[in-house]
């Protein structure tokens, strides 16, 4: 029976006793639970994007992909290509698969919980009269799951993750690039299905889907020098040939990548071809339950989520042109709701994000919604003041701090999302 809550009682009283949230590490969220993922975007992927979808139950984020050498090489690449903080990890009730219940999946969770490095740094908080303080721990409040009661006895208080994408065509740069990054993210994952012509012929992304000798050699190279526990994942597509698929796949796991994501279309596929769920299938069946895996392609709205786990036997699902669309997909909802509109403009606005890329976001949120010539009325505003004020007079009350919520959390969209 799931608790009952009470009306009567404050904020902080319904949240003073929630226990600590379970930390995993990628691979271990993905055996024991079904988690939803944000794909790497190109560009759009990025810190404000990421902490909104953590905010609609999306458990597992990534980076857009980073190219290993630039990364490696520079510090205005890092910059350029890096933020995060430590708020952007979502917190979530996550129902444990129905094969890994009770005592077993206990012991089995025992030793994966692991402390992240930035998890007890000191951080200030400015409170509404303007002074800053610590809580006990001397650390800011953690992020809150989006209601205080556990849904069931089968459900878990876990922490999402966050992974770093890189490209790279060789060993040296991907380690060199884990090295420094990972203080700050949950894991790397080697791209090797990013389509695009200039990728192939740098050697990265698809070009790599041919040579499972290198991706071995790349892989084994990252655990070298970060120990041999630490999480590399790679992200693939199928091959028109899928026992070169099948070849790839048997090599990467004898470098002992930690989960496989399959991309469900060929390199020479665009978009509008459907997803293949038959080669999703047939690389989940190859990796034999060796590491766990999610699938990716077409998830536009929370049934298709479904579909997929259902017949392809994946453990996570990826979205990526479904998220950019509507990044509350996951927590059930057919469109972008108002409020999550007004998460974006204030995250982008508390991290910053450039003029085109928060312009680029609202307009794939709000496509759906606006008729031709407010799409182009709206691709003609030249800064966000005239975006968000043009939004305001269309009933977006974006500033309306105490209607909304804090943005830490997402307790009014689970509320709304009950409702619908």
């Not at 977006?396 to 105490?402: F, T």
């Amino acid at each position: 029976m799931p608790q009952q809550i009470d009306h009567d009682a404050t904020d902080e009283q319904l949240y003073a006793d929630l226990p600590d949230p379970v930390i995993l590490k990628p691979a271990d969220l993905l055996s024991d639970y079904q988690p939803n993922i944000l794909a790497p975007l190109v560009r759009c992927s990025k810190l404000p994007f990421r902490h909104l979808t953590s905010l609609y139950e999306t458990h597992i984020t990534h980076t857009p992909m980073i190219l290993a050498e630039e990364f490696s090489r520079a510090q205005v690449a890092r910059i350029s290509d890096f933020s995060t903080s430590l708020d952007e990890r979502g917190v979530f009730w996550m129902e444990k698969k129905k094969s890994r219940k009770g005592k077993e999946a206990e012991h089995e969770r025992e030793g994966h919980s692991y402390s992240h490095p930035e998890d007890d740094r000191p951080r200030q908080l400015q409170t509404q009269d303007g002074s800053d303080h610590f809580d006990d721990t001397g650390r800011l409040p953690r992020r809150l799951p989006p209601t205080p009661v556990r849904p069931s006895a089968n459900h878990d208080l876990v922490r999402g993750c966050m992974i770093a994408q890189f490209a790279s065509p060789n060993p040296t740069s991907l380690a060199d690039a884990a090295e420094l990054i990972s203080p700050h993210v949950d894991g790397l994952d080697l791209n090797c299905g990013c389509p695009q012509r200039w990728a192939y012929n740098e050697g990265i992304g698809c070009a790599l889907l041919r040579k499972p000798e290198l991706v071995r050699d790349m892989v084994r190279c990252v655990k070298d020098r970060m120990g041999w526990e630490w999480p590399v994942s790679i992200k693939i597509r199928v091959d028109p040939e899928l026992k070169l698929t099948e070849q790839l796949i048997k090599t990467a796991l004898q470098a002992n990548i930690s989960h496989l994501t399959i991309h469900g279309r060929t390199r020479h596929q665009s978009s509008a071809d459907p997803v293949n769920l038959d080669g999703i299938k047939f690389a989940v069946e190859t990796v034999n339950g060796q590491v766990p895996c999610s699938g990716n392609g077409d998830i536009w709205e929370l049934n298709d989520a479904v579909i997929m786990r259902e017949t392809t036997g994946v453990s996570g699902v990826m979205g990526a042109r479904g998220l950019l669309a509507n990044p509350a997909l996951f927590a059930g909802y057919k469109t972008t709701p108002s409020h999550c509109v007004s998460q974006f403009i204030s995250l982008s606005s508390s991290y910053g994000l450039i003029h085109p890329l928060f312009h680029r976001h609202l307009a794939y949120m709000l496509e759906s919604q606006f008729s031709r010539a407010e799409k182009i009325w709206f691709n003609s505003l030249g800064g966000p003041v005239g975006a968000i004020d043009w939004l305001e007079s269309r009933g977006l009350g974006w500033r309306k701090q105490s209607e909304r919520g804090t943005i830490w959390d997402a307790r009014r969209g689970r509320a709304v999302v009950q409702a619908i």
